[in-house]
T-cell receptor
Framework: DAKTTQPNSMESNEEEPVHLPCNHS???????IHWYRQLPSQGPEYVIH???SNVNNRMASLAIAEDRKSSTLILHRATLRDAAVYYC????????????FGQGTTLQVKP | EAGVAQSPRYKIIEKRQSVAFWCNPI?????LYWYQQILGQGPKLLIQ????????DSQLPKDRFSAERLKGVDSTLKIQPAKLEDSAVYLC??????????????FGPGTRLTVL
């Protein structure tokens, strides 16, 4: 399974955009890029996923580099509720669907 | 739509005792996962079911952990006997269908186990 690298922690101010980076230099052509987040004392929740093109949904945007070796999760206006651990995960077509979580990035949002 | 339900939410036991966790996935979800999350780490998959068959249990310590999913709906995860290092949050997740390498997983709130 391809590995991802994320910063351990990041800080943001409330109502400002946040860019959470993820490196995945060993990604294969069929690997999807998933982002999940885990709020304190809760189970992880799906944020967004993509394959090659940039993606937008109501929660966030996902910007994928042209060579697919890195991606960035963008929260357009951080709120206090966005303080969580954000996980960047790869899974391929041959994968059973399981998610292999790394350490993730702990995002702190300051009022 | 009801989410993934888990019980109990908290459990404290002594080492060498047995414990069981229960999970009720979202209705219609064929795939069910159990994860173990040790404090400060990301969740680690223990076992994955597709309906009532096991797809992946490569990370399940089979000498003490067991899991079943009767009738392809509810699932139970058991630890017998528990060790101190089993202290963790046990998360259950379910997904509808896996399409070409992607399926959104929905997680329950987890069961926090403390082994003394």
């Amino acid at each position: 399974d391809a590995k991802t690298t994320q910063p351990n922690s990041m800080e943001s101010n409330e109502e400002e955009p946040v860019h959470l980076p993820c490196n995945h230099s060993t990604i294969s052509g069929t690997d999807y890029i998933h982002w999940y987040r885990q709020l304190p004392s809760q189970g992880p929740e799906y944020v967004i996923h993509g394959l090659t093109s940039n993606v937008n949904n109501r929660m966030a945007s996902l910007a994928i580099a042209e060579d697919r070796k890195s991606s960035t999760l963008i929260l357009h206006r951080a709120t206090l509720r966005d303080a969580a651990v954000y996980y960047c995960i790869l899974s391929g077509a041959g994968n059973t669907g399981k998610l292999i979580f790394g350490q993730g990035t702990t995002l702190q949002v300051k009022p | 739509e009801a989410g993934v339900a888990q019980s109990p939410r908290y459990k404290i036991i002594e080492k060498r005792q047995s414990v069981a966790f229960w999970c009720n996935p979202i209705s219609g979800h064929a795939t069910l996962y159990w994860y173990q999350q040790i404090l400060g780490q990301g969740p680690k998959l223990l076992i994955q079911f597709q309906n009532n068959g096991v797809v992946d249990d490569s990370q399940l310590p089979k000498d003490r952990f067991s899991a079943e999913r009767l009738k392809g709906v509810d699932s139970t995860l058991k630890i017998q006997p528990a060790k101190l290092e089993d202290s963790a949050v046990y998360l259950c997740a379910s997904s509808l269908v896996r399409l070409a390498g992607w399926s959104e997983q929905f997680f329950g709130p987890g069961t926090r186990l403390t082994v003394l």
